[in-house]
């Protein structure tokens, strides 16, 4: 992958050259600073400028959609036309917490759903401030352990927030009784980033650290409660698939986090992908390294449904 001589302005990290015009489209297009007045809601609105439809997923990745209520929370159901699914896979959009809807990247693993015969539940978990980081894991929580219900094996996946949250989802869900068969952790959001981390990401156009500093604030508030990024102890977990941009501000955390799981003797695969800013692969589709990370993924899933992890 090549990555561009110099750096931009706003990253102190190299971005490769077949993602730069995404990543300034992003930049003029998503607010860099969520926290100042208005700042949450303009980042809410741009997410819904650039929404699209369980139709629309359905028709690009040739599924079937389905309606249900889990506990009262909306999931949308894709699924191959007449194939009896293989797994059950719960997947939480990305959004910084704090924005976005089910069906915002939801791609992510639909477009693998046809191949590898997955049943994807996308779920529309509450966002913050108006709710806290711990009502949102418990929310999907929920709706994990109705999934699990009839014995189809469960893959948490997730993206950005999204990960973060199948991340501590499957934390609680080792003292709670709850059956996770594995995760799909695609650059997720685990831990608020220090000081040493953010500085290079202050202005960056795809998560600034000031954006990342004020959805956390957001979403814990004056709660106790702990990212999954910064837990001291990590339990005996399923087969994990991890990923970032090595441009990106979630980099560290989530190498930190495979280190943990390796730590604990967990089973995780990690990919940090050459001048990716986060996200890439979804806003810069068509390039090839995000052909190649989507490849990549879908091995895992079909490495981890045939018991090859």
């Known amino acids: 992958m090549t990555v561009a001589a110099t750096r931009s302005k706003n990253n102190a990290v190299p971005v490769a050259r077949q993602f730069e015009p995404a990543l300034r489209a992003l930049g003029d297009a998503l607010p860099t600073d969520i926290g100042v007045p208005g700042g949450m809601m303009a980042y809410r609105l741009q997410a819904r400028s650039r ?5 629309a997923v359905a028709a690009r990745c040739g599924l079937t959609s389905s309606e249900r209520s889990s506990g009262g929370v ?5 699924q191959a036309p007449a194939e009896p699914a293989l797994a059950r896979v719960i997947f939480l959009h990305g959004g910084g917490l704090i924005a976005g809807d ?13 191949e590898l015969r997955l049943e994807v539940w996308c779920v529309e978990y509450p966002l913050a401030p108006e709710h806290d980081f711990g009502d949102i894991v418990e929310t999907v929580l929920a709706v994990t352990r109705e999934a699990g219900r009839d014995g189809m094996r469960i893959l948490l996946a997730g993206q950005s927030a999204g990960g973060g949250i199948a991340a ?8 709670s009784g709850v059956r996770i068969g594995g995760q799909l952790l695609v650059c997720p959001m685990l831990a608020r980033a220090d000081a040493v981390t953010a500085l290079p ?13 004020a ?13 999954p990024g910064e837990r001291h102890e990590i339990p005996e977990l399923g087969p994990t698939y991890l990923d970032a941009g090595s441009a990106e501000l979630f980099r560290d955390a989530v190498t930190d986090f495979a280190r943990a799981l390796w730590r604990r003797g967990n089973r ?3 990919h940090v992908w050459s001048g990716g800013f986060h996200g890439f692969d979804s806003a810069a589709e068509d390039a090839s390294g995000s052909a190649e990370s989507h490849r990549v993924r879908g091995g895992w899933i079909r490495r981890w449904l045939d018991d090859e992890l």
Do not use: K, Q, Y
């Open 168 to 175: 501590e989802v499957a934390l609680r869900a080792a003292s």
């Open 215 to 227: 959805a956390w604030t957001a979403a814990l508030g004056e709660s106790a409660h702990t990212p």
């Open 102 to 114: 089910r069906f915002a990247g939801a791609d992510i693993v639909a477009r693998h759903a046809l």
């Open 51 to 55: 929404a699209t439809t369980a139709e």
């Open 268 to 270: 995780a695969e990690l």
């Open 74 to 78: 909306p999931v949308t159901v894709f």
């Open 201 to 213: 990401f202050h202005g960056d156009r795809s998560w600034s650290a000031a954006n990342d500093a």
